[in-house]
């Protein structure tokens, strides 16, 4: 009986895990893209669609692309079924990943910025995502 069960609690944690990764994934997405819209809306950041060159707007987006991704990392690993630095590992490869394709989309494309900053971007990635894992780990050991 316990190899019926065996299966159905593999699945169950395959699923969750998935749903960890996914959930960091969207909510680093919509809190980068939320205040994205904020800062456009307020006129902070030029209109949608013209480029932004200014160095101190870029750092600005930077810095809180920094903090959502260490968020990311701890919601993924407070999330993680069980090994929450494999879901953090799985979640910087997937960050890295959709931050250098982005880098060589906006450098391949004309007038969306400096080259700097994706680059940056994708640099930062991984890091960010595992510094908020070992917050977690460290805060969930209290």
């Not at 960890?20 to 209109?47: F, M, R």
């Not at 004309?110 to 990635?125: K, Q, R, S, T």
């Amino acid at each position: 009986m316990s190899t019926l069960i065996a299966p159905a609690t593999a699945n169950r944690q395959v699923g969750r895990s998935v749903f960890a990764i996914t959930a960091a994934l969207v909510v680093n997405a919509v809190l980068s893209l939320g205040t994205d819209q904020v800062l456009h809306v307020l006129d902070i950041y030029p209109p949608w669609g013209q480029p932004m060159y200014d160095a101190s707007l870029n750092l600005l987006a930077l810095t809180y692309r920094i903090v959502f991704g260490v968020a990311a990392g701890y919601f993924v690993a407070r999330l993680a079924p069980r090994a929450p630095m494999r879901h953090a590992a799985i979640l910087g490869i997937i960050a890295v990943a959709l931050s250098t394709l982005g880098a060589v989309a906006a450098i391949t494309q004309a007038d969306l910025g400096p080259a700097w900053y994706p680059i940056a971007l994708a640099l930062v990635a991984y890091p960010c995502v595992w510094l908020g894992a070992i917050f977690q780990r460290r805060l969930a050991a209290r």
